[in-house]
């Protein structure tokens, strides 16, 4: 089965900064790759997904993510942050299950 | 319903009790999932069930974990005989169509948190 790092624990930006948090996965096999967002207090959210294609996919809120497939990475990027964007982003990866990964927590400072 | 939705949103039981957590999933989803989200974690899979049938218990921890689906509808999560470690949120998904393949995005509920004391 698959496995899914993602090795920012907590960043902390101000309003302004660019934003860009690592996933890495490790499959074999073909792979669709999602990004969720939590934000305080409500449910996951989908945020973007790459299903084949255009390995650069946009999502909501400006944020987009690019899968290097050489890199077994799909980093997540937004040029410019606000604070609503606070919150705890999770990557996720799907070969013969869906993993996901522990979580980077976003703080964005006003 | 609009969107996925999980009850209780809190329940607090004491170890070597019985609990159960309720699912309703998006209308017309035919797949529904479980998962499992301790402190500091990701969701861990547990179960997802295609129609009334469970496709996939690989994520189950242990058999005091159970999950029914008989009408293809709602879902109930089973926990026999509770213990601390089992405090956790558990999150339940759904999506229109089910499997691990294919253009399926999961939409989640806002999760039950479970405190076993």
């Known amino acids: 089965a698959q496995s899914v790092s993602q090795h920012n624990h907590h960043v902390i930006l101000s309003e302004a900064a660019s934003l860009e948090l690592g996933c890495n996965y490790s499959y074999g096999g073909t792979v669709n790759l999602f990004w969720y967002v939590q934000y305080p207090g409500q449910h996951l959210q989908l945020l973007l997904k790459y299903f084949s294609g255009d390995p650069l996919v946009k999502g909501i809120k400006g944020f987009e993510a690019e899968f290097i497939k050489s890199k077994f990475s799909f980093n997540l990027r937004k040029p410019s942050v606000q604070w609503s964007d606070t919150a705890e982003y999770f990557c996720?990866?799907?070969?013969?299950?869906?993993?996901f990964g522990a979580g980077t927590r976003l703080t964005v400072k006003p | 319903g609009a969107g996925v939705s999980q009850t209780p949103s809190n329940k607090v039981t004491e170890k070597g009790k019985y609990v159960e957590l309720r699912c309703d999933p998006i209308?017309?989803?035919?797949?529904l999932y479980w998962y499992r989200q301790s402190l500091g974690q990701g969701p861990e899979f547990l179960i997802y069930f295609q129609g009334t049938g469970a496709a996939d218990d690989s994520g189950l921890p242990n058999d005091r974990f159970f999950a029914v689906r008989p009408e293809g509808s709602v879902s109930t999560l089973k926990i026999q005989r509770t213990e601390r470690g089992d405090s956790a949120v558990y999150l339940c998904?759904?999506?229109?169509?089910?499997?691990?393949?294919?253009?399926?995005?999961?939409?989640f509920g806002a999760g039950s948190r479970l405190t076993v004391l």
């Open positions: 998904a759904s999506s229109l169509q089910g499997g691990w393949s294919g253009a399926n995005v999961l939409t």
């Open positions: 996720a990866v799907r070969g013969n299950d869906m993993r």
């Open positions: 209308s017309g989803h035919t797949a």
